[in-house]
Nanobody
């Protein structure tokens, strides 16, 4: 089973950008579709973006155009570039791995999760 470690979170101001990273180890990274999710205080975990094994991407409608998911199979890492950040983007961001070719917007389709990284956007 793959292990995942997120990094890159922090405190930023509205309008700033951040790039989150998720480093994978333990199994062949290229065998997994990857996803990013987030969870704000008092809310359910929600889908952000997913990338398939061959690089096809899919985003939550509300985030399309501001967030970009990418992967580097040589570095065993998936990224989430977040631009024009807003206070409502404040959440813990999690990456997740799914064995298979395509990703999913459903949390229950992912078997492995990282520990999360906090993103806080001040107004």
């Amino acid at each position: 089973q793959v292990q995942l470690v997120e990094s890159g979170g922090g405190l930023v101001q509205s309008g700033d950008s951040l790039r989150l990273s998720c480093a994978a180890s333990g199994r062949t990274f290229s065998n997994y579709a990857m996803g990013w999710f987030r969870q704000a205080p008092g809310k359910e975990r929600e889908f952000v973006a997913t990338i398939s094994r061959n690089g096809n991407t899919y985003y939550a409608d509300s985030l399309k155009g501001r967030f970009t998911i990418s992967r580097d199979n040589t570095a065993n890492t998936v990224y989430l570039q977040m631009n024009s950040l807003k206070p409502e983007d404040t959440a813990v961001y999690y990456c997740a791995a799914r064995e298979g070719f395509v990703g999913s917007r459903n949390t229950y389709d992912y078997r492995t999760w990282g520990q999360g990284t906090q993103v806080t956007v001040s107004s």
